[in-house]
């Protein structure tokens, strides 16, 4: 890979910007990683720009891989390996994006890359996206602000990471979620059936538990109800116990639903269930935006931000499932309103279309690296390297 001089010169100024993505690799099916690969697709076709991507999780190869099924080696074996590509990779390149959830996975995954940066004399992006980040930032105020304070800039999805930042200090901007309207096709529904989606991860924080509850009080007025929870995760056995406690039917637990599957998920789908107790931006809320289902979502965290109640969704309380069951029956009760919802909520996407947000990352991009005025002409020319893609 070629060195670029970035010291402002004419020169330098018509050579691309060498941008070091760092987030999970794509196999770990979250929103992150899915962000992270919408970014390194669309970047493709920006001409001045080359892209390297270092995963959080790297995969050790051939036996070695063996060291990966190991408890707590697991850990070891892949900080080491990840923390080596970016040794390597890091002074590359001019500028590096790194995305981060919170806690401990703050600590082993962007935190690394915002050191090596600063200790290459690299500009830092820290792209914070976890729901939980007042509790993060309350409760490892040693490690989390210090390292943050690090970066040359925190961008989050939405603005109540935005207050949540403000609160200890720490200035942020907001570049939104991008969904990929290649993939996700708008779609009415008519009739609207009492079939239902829940698309998140199986852990305590999206409270799924709230949803088999509220489906059970739906299936007392629509016994063919149908419920198709996507998602995996550490609450999955007892999730399968409370179902048949509740004893539901027509429940379907589908495991992890790969990103170019999931166009199929919400297209059998009429309305979408989200009980989160702590969030920021889900991607699948604005996924189901984009598919024509109309939402009813608990309040939390970030989501108020993005829906809109009786707009462009139903918003209830956090681990309320009475008053989700209710609006969800509402909503088959009353077509009209859904149908106008999902029209609402279609029209927002116009926000996370890539080219409402592209002017957003090419002018943060362009201010770091001095480049204010040479990306905002860039044509399409698909151009672009993977370093360690895996």
């Not at 419920?227 to 637990?253: H, K, M, T, V, W």
């Not at 008053?323 to 029956?329: F, L, R």
């Amino acid at each position: 890979m070629r060195v670029t001089d970035v010291s402002g010169s004419k020169d330098s100024k018509d050579k691309p910007i060498r941008l070091l993505l760092v987030a999970p690799a794509l196999r770990i099916l979250g929103g992150q990683a899915v962000q992270a690969n919408y970014l390194l697709e669309h970047l493709s076709h920006e001409s001045n720009f080359e892209v390297s991507f270092v995963p959080h999780n790297p995969r050790l190869p051939g036996p070695l891989r063996l060291l990966q099924s190991i408890k707590y080696v697991r850990t070891l074996v892949t900080s080491f390996v990840y923390c080596i590509n970016l040794l390597i990779q890091v002074p590359r390149h001019d500028i590096v994006h790194t995305f981060s959830a919170s806690y401990l996975s703050f600590l082993i995954a962007p935190a690394p890359a915002i050191i090596i940066g600063r200790l290459f004399g690299k500009k830092i992006i820290l792209n914070y996206r976890s729901g939980e980040a007042e509790d993060h930032l309350r409760t490892w105020p040693r490690t989390a602000v210090p390292i943050m304070r690090l970066a040359d800039e925190i961008i989050v999805p939405s603005q109540y990471l935005i207050d949540v930042f403000w609160k200890f200090g720490l200035r942020a901007s907001a570049v939104a979620n991008i969904v990929d309207f290649g993939r996700f096709k708008f779609k009415e529904r008519k009739p609207l059936l009492p079939i239902f989606l829940s698309n998140r991860n199986l852990y305590a924080l999206y409270n799924v538990a709230c949803i088999l509850r509220a489906f059970a009080k739906i299936q007392q007025t629509f016994p063919e109800a149908r419920l198709i929870i996507a998602g995996d995760g550490n609450q999955r056995p007892s999730l399968e116990a409370l179902a048949r406690e509740l004893r539901l039917q027509n429940i379907e637990f589908r495991g992890r639903v790969p990103p170019h599957k999931m166009h199929e998920l919400y297209d059998e789908a009429h309305i979408f269930l989200n009980s989160s107790n702590i969030d920021n931006m889900p991607g699948s809320i604005l996924e189901s935006f984009a598919t024509g289902i109309p939402v009813v979502s608990t309040s939390a965290g970030g989501i108020r931000c993005i829906v809109t109640h009786e707009q462009t969704g139903l918003l209830v309380p956090r681990n309320d499932h009475d008053a989700m069951a209710a609006w969800a029956i509402r909503l088959i009760e009353s077509p009209e309103m859904a149908s106008a919802i999902a029209r609402n909520a279609y029209e927002e996407c116009a926000a996370y279309k890539w080219e409402a947000v592209r002017e957003k990352w090419l002018a943060v991009y362009a201010r770091l690296a001095g480049r204010e005025e040479s990306t905002s002409g860039s044509v399409p020319a698909g151009q672009m390297i993977h370093d360690d893609l895996y």
